[in-house]
T-cell receptor, first 115, second 116 residues
Framework: DSGVTQTPKHLITATGQRVTLRCSPR?????VYWYQQSLDQGLQFLIQ???????AKGNILERFSAQQFPDLHSELNLSSLELGDSALYFC??????????????FGDGTRLSIL | AQKVTQAQTEISVVEKEDVTLDCVYE???????LFWYKQPPSGELVFLIR??????QNEISGRYSWNFQKSTSSFNFTITASQVVDSAVYFC?????????????FGQGTRLTINP
C-alpha cells in the first residue's frame, strides 16, 4: 500500500461527458502529480501541484484541468470526453519536488472507460 | 530533451532463470535521477529504486540488482533466480533536477513473464 488513495477505481461514461478523479496524497507529502497511461502513449506526465500551486505541466489537454486543495487532496477534471481519453489515470505524491530526487509514490489508478 | 528507451518490449523466461531488463536514457542535465517501477497485473505502480547521477555504485536488494553506467547512459535491472511473482511490466524513468518541479519521463516498459 503506497498510502496514495485514488477514487473511484473504475469509471464508465459516455462521450461528451465530464468526470472528476480524486486523489489523496500520502501523509506528509505536499506535491501531487497526475499521469495518464494509455496503450498508444504509454505513461505520460500531465500536471504537478505543490502545496496548492501548479508547478509543472506536461501534455495535458485544454479539456483537462486540475487543482490541489488546502487539505492537499487533488482533483483532475476531464470534460468533453472523447473515446481516446479512455486510459488509466494515476496520481502520485512526494514529500517535496525541490530536488527532483524524491521518489513518487503512486496510487492504484482510476480506470476511465469512454463508451 | 529527456528520453528513456526500454528496447525490450516483452521477455519470457522460465522460473529460476536470471533476467536483465535494459534501460537507456538521454538527458542534457548533469544532475538527474533514475527510477525503476513495477506494475503487476493488478495495475498499481510500485516504486523499486532511485539512483542519482552522482552515485554509480551498483545496488543489490535480495534477488534484485541494478547496474548504473553513466558512460553508456544505461541503468539496467537484473532479477536473479526469477519467480512467477516477478511477472509484471517494469518501467524505467528519469527525472531532472528542476526549480521546484519534477516530472518523471517513463520508458515504454518491458513486460516480463516468468513461466513455471
Amino acid at each position: 500500500d503506497s498510502g496514495v488513495t485514488q477514487t473511484p477505481k473504475h469509471l464508465i461514461t459516455a462521450t461528451g461527458q465530464r468526470v472528476t478523479l480524486r486523489c489523496s496524497p500520502r501523509s506528509g507529502d505536499l506535491s501531487v502529480y497526475w499521469y495518464q497511461q494509455s496503450l498508444d502513449q504509454g505513461l505520460q506526465f500531465l500536471i504537478q501541484y505543490y502545496n496548492g500551486e501548479e508547478r509543472a505541466k506536461g501534455n495535458i489537454l485544454e479539456r483537462f484541468s486540475a487543482q490541489q486543495f488546502p487539505d492537499l487532496h487533488s482533483e483532475l477534471n476531464l470534460s468533453s470526453l472523447e473515446l481516446g481519453d479512455s486510459a488509466l489515470y494515476f496520481c502520485a505524491s512526494s514529500v517535496t519536488p525541490e530536488t527532483g530526487a524524491q521518489p513518487q509514490h503512486f496510487g492504484d489508478g482510476t480506470r476511465l472507460s469512454i463508451l | 530533451a529527456q528520453k528513456v528507451t526500454q528496447a525490450q518490449t516483452e521477455i519470457s523466461v522460465v522460473e529460476k532463470e536470471d533476467v536483465t531488463l535494459d534501460c537507456v536514457y538521454e538527458t542534457r542535465d548533469t544532475t538527474y535521477y533514475l527510477f525503476w517501477y513495477k506494475q503487476p497485473p493488478s495495475g498499481e505502480l510500485v516504486f523499486l529504486i532511485r539512483r542519482n547521477s552522482f552515485d554509480e555504485q551498483n545496488e543489490i536488494s535480495g534477488r534484485y540488482s541494478w547496474n548504473f553506467q553513466k558512460s553508456t547512459s544505461s541503468f539496467n535491472f537484473t532479477i536473479t533466480a526469477s519467480q512467477v511473482v516477478d511477472s509484471a511490466v517494469y518501467f524505467c524513468a528519469l527525472s531532472e533536477r528542476g526549480q521546484g518541479a519534477q516530472k518523471l519521463v517513463f520508458g515504454q516498459g518491458t513486460r516480463l513473464t516468468i513461466n513455471p
